[in-house]
């Protein structure tokens, strides 16, 4: 339906329909969410397999303007293998080695030289269920034979997030092709929304987590750690490029070699609120459209 209202209506109709649909159901989710706290039902329904990623880079090629995951600030940094590898033989364990969704992102995954060996690392311990590279493209043409043959053999899928740059796709679904790797893609976009960082923490948390589309969706492991949304762990390229404190404390994450951690109490955390959700402003008059460029490092890209 949106596809066929761009091709009929100018443009400037168009943006004012979308506006408009974005407005309304805005309101209605507001109505939606605040129904469920008042009668103490979940806001979000648990999952029943496991789904997170995990930078293992946390810079990046493009430095994109407002990156939700501040990789375009963030300062040149790869996750530590044998990190990496305890972190994952330890939830391998807990889920029984089974997994919905697995994505080694970053920042731009490919920047990082020991991706071969994270991949091995990931699907051994995950040995049933999607686990996949998360890239921005640009690197992919340049990636050697090996790269391909180590997605081919442990079964990882390769996925493009396009931006409005120059990207070889026809060379990376020709890589893909020749070694029998699954590769998929979106298409660029010239203009993103983001929910700007409420810098007084004041916001309703409950209000937002129940809004929020990353909230137990972009579950993210990081140092042990798991959380229900990547803002949180990532949030410290924020503070330390900004010279803010915005507060993550033990209540925001599990800790997953706690002796009585589960991999039904991890669902069920990741599925319920947690205190830096009053750091976001998900609603719909708060949400910010932005035309996509690199960044300026400006505080405002963000708040």
Known sequence: MRELLRKILPRSAFHAVKTSWRSLRGKVNILLVNAKIKLHLPLKKKRKKIRFEVHV??????????????????????VDV???????????????????QIYLIGGEPLLNPEIITLMGIARRNFTHGTISIFS???????????????????????????YPVKIDIDT???????????????SSRDSFYIEPINLKGNSNGALNFGLCVRANSCIALSHGKMYTCTFV??????????????????????????????????????SEPIPACRYCRIRNSDVKEIKWGVTQGKIEEWT
Request: net charge negative; with cysteine.
């Open 136 to 162: 921005n493209g640009l690197l992919l043409p340049k990636m050697p034979p090996e790269f391909w043959e180590a997605c081919r053999n442990n079964n990882i899928d390769v996925h493009v997030s396009a």
């Open 233 to 270: 762990p990532n949030i410290r390229h924020f503070n330390r490029k900004f010279k803010q404190s915005i507060e993550v404390t033990p209540k925001d994450y599990v800790n997953i070699y706690d002796d009585d951690v589960t991999a039904d109490y991890i669902l069920q955390k990741m």
């Open 57 to 78: 880079a946390e810079h990046c090629n493009l430095n994109c303007k407002a990156c939700n995951n501040f990789s375009s600030i963030a300062e040149p940094e790869f």
């Open 82 to 100: 044998d990190e990496f590898r305890r972190d994952f033989e330890r939830l391998g364990e807990i889920f029984s080695h089974e997994c919905d």
């Open 172 to 186: 990376i679904k020709a890589m893909a092709e020749k070694y029998g790797v699954k590769f998929s893609w979106s």
